[in-house]
């Protein structure tokens, strides 16, 4: 569906010249002459472009902007304001109001067609497309090109000649120009050496239409600066191809000044003068700039505080103060230091303008025409600039994404060394591991065994000592297997699956019981608890807490044991001797113990090798007890996409 368009203007020339140059773009027209027309034709549809003329026979502009701004069906409306460039504070009104932008008399149509166009653009409903300008005099290959390429995902826009293609591409840089070899005024391959002489376009691919079908013809089209040349007799689906090719290869180039931008370039004219700025107005407007006026100092500081120029030029001798104050003024506000300001005068007083701040001082007597080549510099040094500005911003950020890489790189070396050192501790661990259950144990099962039977026929008080020397070989084998088990739960992989928590807590309490059968504990085991975990590791969990609740019930009358959880935490809870909530945090030290080993024996490694198992899963385990009331052992085991690392 294409695009419609109102336009509101009192002068029927302006009406229907805006009608055919956003026809000629594919545009759907609606034309009003008069306000009260205007609102009833908003109250009966959307438009996707509105342009108001300011001063309307039955009210204003700014007024219709208001009330169209004031309806949430136009809030995605792309308003201008259209109206003489000496009405200042007509145009401070309607940006203030909600204008997307102000278009001053007299204009040139196809400039206000690519205005509107880039406004729509970058709307917030709008896809970003590809932006090609089309520049061929004949209006059906034109049509039938637009709609091939628009088919094809691409936002077109449309010329009949040279240099309207020229103000077009200025106002609104494509991303590609297709162009015809014969147009009326100057040929294709001069605009295309053009578009190569302007810093803002030069970057620009071009593809230029030829109907010749000779060699040395594609010499001189690629020696005019073109990416490629299509023949016209060819079918659109070549120039398609070529576009995508030549749209390929120019994606890596660096941002150019005027990318993205959807003006011409603008020149305020600060000037008391009326006839003098009338003189001017049509001149800045030929060379492709937007003229903006202000009659007095405050009003070309509100105008650049709400639309900044790229080029000022000041009439040395204002009413009401001094041109050269004013660029003091003007290089004080810190968004307009680099701005360039040209004074105009009568006198020589070249060097005091320059220590003003000016970039630049013109006779009046010099005439019209030498004040133009001096701004036309200014505009193009500040696009050098801005140009330049780009690239070495470019230039950093890019060196700043190699650093980062560096670092990157440097920290993932220094990981992967880190890794290595550890697996290498890791293996020294094990072997170590091995060590102890092999070179440590087999000594101390001798002892065991040579003390119980020397034990058998001794006398009581060699036989006291060696029950001393046994019971201290049984402790000394108990630490060696918390160790061990420690050092298990340190190494391997994670291998997850669905455990039955419930079964898995009743065998170990079915063990507790049949080394331990002289007791009478109660224990509770909530059914159905499962969990994703390694069943193993979980097991010497259970096997720990339910252990240590086993031990330190040993003193209460009626001892009782809870296990339980709800599926995501998981307790064991006893009413045994408890422990101060304080030193909760030490439990889990190594050889951490809050009691007396003669009171409650153990090896202290038993809580720790619990944290680390639980650590391996992505849990966390604490506990909470008070002396003499019993304590509870929480913990959770992580889901499955928790990294299992050790």
């Known amino acids: 569906m294409a695009n419609t368009v109102l336009i509101v203007d009192d002068s029927l020339t302006v009406r229907m010249d805006l009608h055919e140059a956003f026809e000629g773009d594919g545009f759907g027209t609606v034309l009003c002459a008069g306000g009260a027309e205007a609102v009833a034709m908003l109250d009966a549809e959307r438009f996707d472009v509105a342009v108001f003329d300011v001063r309307l026979p039955d009210g204003n502009g700014v007024e219709l902007l208001r009330r169209l701004r004031g309806d949430p069906r136009h809030g995605a409306t792309v308003v201008l304001l259209l109206s003489s460039a000496a009405e200042v504070h007509d145009r401070l009104r309607g940006l203030r109001t909600g204008a997307d932008g102000y278009v001053g008399k007299p204009y040139d149509a196809p400039v206000v067609v690519a205005r509107a166009r880039e406004l729509m653009r970058r709307g917030p409903s709008a896809v970003p497309r590809r932006h090609v300008l089309v520049i061929d005099d004949s209006r059906t290959f034109r049509e039938m090109l637009r709609q091939t390429l628009e088919h094809a995902g691409y936002d077109v826009t449309t010329s009949a000649s040279g240099e309207e293609g020229l103000r077009v591409a200025a106002a609104r840089p494509p991303d590609a120009m297709i162009v015809d070899g014969v147009l009326p005024g100057i ?184 004040l133009r080549a001096h701004v036309r510099a200014h505009v193009r040094r500040q696009h050098l600039h801005e140009q330049n500005r780009r690239i070495r911003d470019e230039l950093v950020r890019r060196e700043m994404e190699a650093a980062e890489e560096r670092a990157a790189r440097r920290f993932a070396e220094a990981r992967a060394q880190l890794v290595e050192e550890l697996e290498w501790r890791n293996r020294e661990l094990e072997a170590f591991s091995g060590s102890v259950s092999h070179d440590l144990r087999s000594p101390l099962q001798t002892i065991l065994s040579y003390s119980e ?138 050889f951490g113990r809050l009691h007396d080993a003669a009171e409650f024996p153990g090896t202290g490694i038993g809580l720790t090798t619990v944290q680390r198992i639980v650590d391996r899963h992505g849990g966390q385990v604490w506990a909470s007890s008070e002396p003499g009331r019993g304590a509870t052992f929480s913990f959770t085991l992580s889901t499955p996409n928790v990294s299992d690392g050790g």
């Open 453 to 590: 039977l020397l034990a058998e026929d001794a006398d009581p008080a060699t036989a006291q000592h060696l029950d001393r020397i046994h019971g201290a070989g049984l402790r000394m084998k108990a630490l060696i297997d918390a160790l061990l088990q420690l050092a298990r739960a340190n190494r391997g992989q994670i291998q997850r699956s669905t455990v039955d928590l419930t079964a898995l807590a009743e065998d170990v309490v079915d063990e507790l019981r049949a080394r331990d059968p002289g007791r009478e504990v109660r224990v509770t085991v909530t059914p159905q608890l499962t969990a994703e975990c390694d069943g193993d590791l979980v097991r010497a969990v259970y096997a720990n807490l339910v252990g240590n609740a086993w031990k330190f019930t040993t003193r209460t009358v009626e001892p009782a044991i809870d296990i339980g959880g709800d599926g995501a935490t998981f307790f064991i809870r006893d009413n045994g001797a408890g422990f101060p909530a304080e030193k909760a945090d030490q439990l889990f030290r190594p």
């Open 187 to 370: 040929d294709g391959a001069t605009v295309i050496r053009r578009v190569r002489l302007d810093a803002a376009l030069r970057n620009v691919p071009c593809l230029l239409l030829t109907a010749a079908d000779d060699y040395a013809t594609e010499l001189q089209i690629l020696d005019a600066g073109a990416d490629a040349f299509v023949r016209k007799q060819e079918n659109l689906a070549v120039v398609l191809a070529k576009l995508n090719a030549v749209l390929r290869k120019g994606a890596t180039a660096l941002p150019l000044p005027g990318a993205g931008t959807a003006r011409p370039a603008r020149v305020l004219l600060v000037d008391a003068d009326a006839g003098y700025v009338d003189r001017m107005t049509p001149l800045m407007h030929e060379d492709g700039y937007e003229a903006t006026v202000a009659r007095c100092a405050d009003d070309a500081l509100a105008v650049l505080a709400v639309e900044p120029a790229d080029c000022t030029v000041i009439d040395l001798h204002l009413p009401e103060i001094d041109g050269r104050e004013l660029c003091d003024r003007i290089r004080a506000v810190p968004g307009l230091r680099d701005m360039p300001v040209i004074i105009v005068g009568h006198d020589d007083v070249l060097l005091e303008c320059l220590a003003a701040g000016a970039d630049d001082y013109v006779r009046r007597g010099d005439g019209t025409g030498t």
